[in-house]
């Protein structure tokens, strides 16, 4: 009967082919246990390699397969034709890996490619000298190998398993993974070949000095002449969680059209920057912001613009970094932590009494409801990224994220679906995540000064951050560029900072209809409404602890440039009118005096305390409606 004999292992192919296969067998589960190590960043995803070897031990199994049955007595091998075209199939997935990985810059992904030709050659030779055997037998009147049940079933039973299911399940798992592999590597160098690095890589150092790795820089409207003046801020883009630098590309282009230049940085492994070499730091990849900033060189003063979590990077720059050079700072859509601001205004079955509860607060002795972070949200969010950073190289991502509908600019859509197609988009965003996305927001606790905790427990607000520093902003007010507002906020921070700084919340969130909303379930409908009140009161708490220069405006308005109300994608889906926004209101509006009266009847709960609107209508039930003129102090951005 057919079995593994030993002239087969012992001769020189067999020899090499065993090695090769105990070889792929132990690195898949060598990758396997660095690619779930959350001790650092890869510069390469270890799971493309994981996947590399697993296809590798299948053809090395494969081969020695079909080597010893043509080997055996017996020469027990069914399915010969299929085995000959499989060979080719394989060899043909290696080449093209090697290729495609060769064409993205991947050379250590192309080499394990090219280790694969061994036994998928292998399996098409002996699967043809098997089938030559075959014809010979027939030609001298020998009967064609059928299963011998002369021993005992068992034997019979596995054997005839062997030649009958074995060959199909691998056959199965070889093409599925190969193709896969081969469609993201070609993928990925067709990506390569086409976009190419728009900006610049700025190499910055981390790990206390012992290692390196390069961010990306990508300015718009930084010249010569803008380097020459000392005194013309430069605007510093930092993106939303998960979002690479291009998803502001068009932000950044509307505000270098409005004349000021703007430059975007990629975190680690997002967009075109390197991954570092550390465990996810937030105190870190801050330095190492600032580092890229002075090393590209940048030597005018910055505007600081986050939008969501790049908000909450911007905030924890003025605790650490170099803020003495920052003139201003722009907040879209910032909440100091997505998950902790759910999981309180969320809170499963007891939304309507939490909330209940907040409004009731009534001295500032009262006890503040204590906020901890949902540990099973975080865990699930971790194992999502988790589970698609494993599988990012087999391409099934590639149908992901590909619906941007009103992108902004419509030329870079192409190049800004492929980031999140890469090998490592899920791998920075899992690292992000894991490593600073609750960690930054519990960072920045460590900056919060009691003076400041103390206005936002009198207000009763669950949520702590710090405010900005007392001497930031000095610069550019002392420059002439800039002058204070004479109306202080409703409660003036005890920071005394008079840093500009612009907060902008997306209307949509801040509407409690919840027909408006598409929501016709009650429960979704109550969680909706809790949602948008604390969504609401997060950003007057932002406006009226981070600097006495504040201004906080909410997009409640249709916007000319897609006619639509501003939610979440604002940024992306209306960076022209959004960058004629800020500059305006950093700029043009910083020294008007404030509004006596209501903006427009939807915004009648709110005052421009801080500035004054453009004219325009503002589109209904723009604020939840507890909001009230003392609390609000919010300007509503003109939909002209």
Avoid at 616 to 630: F, K, N, Q, R, Y
Wanted: net charge neutral; proline share 6%.
């Amino acid at each position: 009967m057919w079995q593994l004999r030993k002239h087969t292992v012992f001769s020189v192919p067999g020899i090499v082919l065993v090695l090769l296969t105990a070889a792929y067998f132990v690195s898949f589960f060598a990758y396997i246990g660095v690619g779930v190590s959350l001790g650092r960043l890869v510069k390469h995803n270890e799971f493309l390699y994981m996947w590399l070897a697993f296809v590798g031990f299948v053809l090395g199994a494969q081969a020695l397969f079909v080597i010893s049955a043509y080997r055996s007595t017996n020469r027990y091998l069914y399915w010969t034709v299929p085995w000959i075209a499989y060979s080719g199939i394989m060899a043909l997935f290696a080449l093209c890996i090697l290729g495609g990985y060769a064409g993205a810059a991947d050379p250590p992904a192309a080499v394990w490619a090219v280790f694969w030709l061994l036994p998928a050659v292998a399996i098409g030779f002996y699967a043809a000298k098997t089938r030559r055997g075959y014809a010979v037998d027939r030609i001298m009147g020998i009967p064609e190998y059928q299963p011998r049940l002369v021993d005992s079933r068992g034997k019979a039973l596995a054997y005839v398993a062997l030649d009958n299911v074995f060959p199909w399940v691998t056959w199965l798992l070889g093409v599925f993974f190969g193709l896969l592999l081969v469609i993201q590597a070609l993928s990925m160098a067709n990506d390569h070949r086409r976009y190419g690095v728009p900006g610049t890589l700025v190499p910055v150092q981390t790990n206390n000095g012992e290692d390196w790795y390069k961010m990306h820089v990508w300015c718009h409207g930084y010249g010569p002449a803008e380097r020459g003046d000392r005194n013309k801020p430069v605007f510093v883009l930092l993106a939303d969680f998960g979002m690479p630098s291009t998803a502001m590309e068009g932000l950044a282009q509307g505000i270098a059209s409005n004349g000021h230049p703007a430059c975007i940085i990629d975190r680690p492994g997002y967009g075109w920057s390197e991954p570092g070499y550390w465990r996810q730091d937030p105190v870190d990849v801050t330095k190492s912001i600032n580092q890229a900033l002075s090393k590209y060189p940048i030597t005018n003063p910055i505007v600081l613009v986050g939008w969501g979590e790049g908000g909450v990077w911007a905030q924890l720059y003025m605790q650490v970094a170099d803020y003495t050079r920052v003139v201003g700072l722009v907040l879209l859509d910032t909440f100091p932590n997505m998950e902790i601001l759910q999981t309180f205004a969320l809170n499963r079955t007891t939304t309507l009494q939490n909330l209940r509860h907040m409004r009731s607060l009534g001295s500032a002795t009262a006890n503040v409801p204590v906020v901890h972070f949902d540990e099973g949200l975080e865990s699930q969010m971790s194992r999502y990224l988790s589970n698609w950073r494993a599988v990012s190289p087999l391409a099934l991502h590639r149908a992901r994220n590909g619906d941007w509908p009103g992108f902004k600019p419509d030329s870079s859509l192409g190049r800004h679906r492929s980031l999140f197609r890469n090998n490592q988009y899920y791998q920075a965003s899992y690292f992000e995540y894991g490593g600073t996305g609750a960690g930054l927001y519990q960072t920045l606790l460590g900056y919060v000064a009691p003076s400041t905790d103390a206005v936002l427990v009198y207000h009763h607000w669950p949520l702590r951050w710090p405010a900005l520093r007392a001497e930031s902003g000095s610069a550019f007010l002392s420059s002439g560029s800039h002058t204070r507002r004479d109306v202080a906020p409703p409660t003036a921070p005890a920071s005394n900072s008079q840093l500009p700084v612009v907060i902008i919340a997306s209307g949509k969130q801040l509407k409690s209809d919840c027909k408006t909303q598409g929501i016709f379930d009650s429960e979704s409908c109550t969680k909706w409404q809790a949602f948008a009140w604390f969504y609401y009161r997060q950003q007057v708490e932002y406006q009226q602890t981070l600097s006495q220069n504040a201004a906080l405006l909410a997009c409640t308005a249709a916007v000319p440039e897609d006619n639509s109300d501003c939610d979440v994608d604002f940024v992306w889906r209306r960076p022209n009118w959004l960058a004629a926004a800020i500059v305006k209101q950093l700029f043009s509006q910083s020294t008007d005096k404030p509004s006596s009266s209501p903006t427009t009847e939807s915004a009648s709960a709110t005052q421009a305390a801080t500035s004054t609107p453009a004219t325009g209508s503002a589109a209904e039930s723009s604020l939840p409606t507890d909001a009230t003129a003392s609390e609000s102090a919010t300007a509503t951005i003109a939909a002209s």
